[in-house]
């Protein structure tokens, strides 16, 4: 079974923290495919990251960073100095078979940001 | 990355009326694209998976006669919910599988049945 799951359903911080979202994932298959998409309230889905399953290194992106580890089937992301922009639910997905095929996502995780 | 939209970005509708959702990408020649499904505060369900120039996949538990998708182009993909109930309500949203092996989203129509 694949399963993606976000067991943090929201998190509130104050601007300027610190903040990592969890993401856990459940696949048999040796090749895979990790992303992170943000939904601000407008709804549009923002592609955020995409590791494949052979490439564990951890990828930084300005205040962004993921955390990916096979051994506890982890793909953390966390956010550095977290902005009032930053507010939004962010989605864990899976897919398998090719990172163009379907996506299986986690629950999401509500992030507030306060000022 | 590729780049998609959606029309109408929101629809509102009495019940049993049928509601069309357009789906194109505009930068990237799709032969397969994707439909999901998002009530509030929940996570997105993947409903089918079109592919262009011939039927779509659905998921299990999505009625095919209900939910029709028709992919005439490498640009566009369309959604026709038939007999719109107020439980057909929700957030859907489209995607396409664009460079990089990405999958990109469109913005997405709220539907709203009455």
């Known amino acids: 079974a694949q399963k993606v799951t976000q067991a943090q359903t929201e998190i509130s911080v104050v601007e300027k923290e610190d903040v990592t979202l969890d993401c856990v994932y459940e696949?048999?298959?040796?090749?895979?495919?990790l992303f992170w998409y943000k939904q601000p309230p407008s709804g549009e889905l923002v592609f955020l990251i995409r590791r494949n399953s052979f490439d564990e290194q951890n990828e930084i992106s300005g205040r962004y960073s993921w955390n990916f580890q096979k051994s506890t089937s982890s793909f953390n992301f966390t956010i550095t100095a977290s902005q009032v922009v930053d507010s939004a639910v962010y989605f864990c997905?899976?897919?398998?078979?090719?990172?163009?095929?379907?996506?299986?996502f986690g629950t999401g995780t509500l992030l507030a940001v306060q000022p | 990355g590729a780049v998609v939209s959606q029309h109408p970005s929101w629809v509102i509708c009495k019940s049993g009326t049928s509601v069309k959702i357009e789906c194109r990408s505009l930068d990237f020649q799709a032969t397969t694209m994707f439909w999901y499904r998002q009530f509030p505060k929940q996570s997105l369900m993947l409903m089918a998976t079109s592919n262009e120039g011939s039927k779509a996949t659905y998921e299990q538990g999505v009625e095919k006669d209900k939910f029709l998708i028709n992919h005439a182009s490498l640009t566009l993909s369309t959604l026709t919910v038939t007999s719109a109930h107020p439980e057909d309500s929700s957030f859907y949203i489209c995607s396409v599988g664009g460079n990089q092996e990405t999958q990109y989203f469109g913005p997405g129509t709220r539907l709203l049945v009455l």
């Open positions: 696949t048999r298959d040796t090749t895979y495919y």
């Open positions: 997905a899976l897919a398998t078979g090719g990172a163009t095929n379907k996506l299986i």
